[in-house]
């Protein structure tokens, strides 16, 4: 028996995540991704990540690390998995992923590909409107 609405993370680019009840339907997932759906399991526990099939394809903006050398593109959903049916999310597992995915990150670009760096939302949105470039202040030592 599957549920009518489920209790998911919503994570968007540059924003911390958002616990939502949403309706457990295909359209309530493909609006929050943007598009056509991909169901990813990279756990052992029955969670699953919801994400734009065609993200990276289509240009999305890089969201969250997938792993130690993946990203995930565009907005994403992480709901429980049961079996063939989307679930929500127990307490647990909200605080866990919340845990996970708390901090927006910045992929900048460098010679041997992207280096994610957590951020803030007012950093990741510094970041963009400065065209993906790092403006590091210099360390001020004082006088010596």
């Not at 680019?13 to 929050?32: C, M, W």
Request: include cysteine; glycine fraction near 10%.
């Amino acid at each position: 028996m599957s549920e009518n609405e489920i209790r998911v993370l919503y994570v968007q680019p540059g924003k911390y995540p958002e616990e939502r009840t949403i309706p457990n339907t295909l359209r309530a997932l493909q609006e929050l991704v943007g598009g056509d759906i991909e169901c990813c399991r990279p756990w052992r526990d029955s969670v699953c990540v919801i994400c734009n099939d065609s993200g990276k394809i289509d240009g999305l903006p890089p969201n969250r690390l997938y792993g130690h050398a993946d990203f995930l593109a565009g907005s994403f959903v992480v709901c429980g998995n049961g079996g063939e049916d989307f679930i929500s999310l127990t307490d647990r597992q909200v605080f866990l992923y919340e845990r996970l995915y708390h901090n927006p990150v910045v992929f900048l670009p460098t010679p041997h590909g992207l280096l994610p760096m957590k951020c803030t939302p007012e950093q990741y949105e510094q970041f963009q409107r400065d065209g993906n470039k790092l403006k590091i202040k210099p360390i001020d030592h004082g006088e010596r």
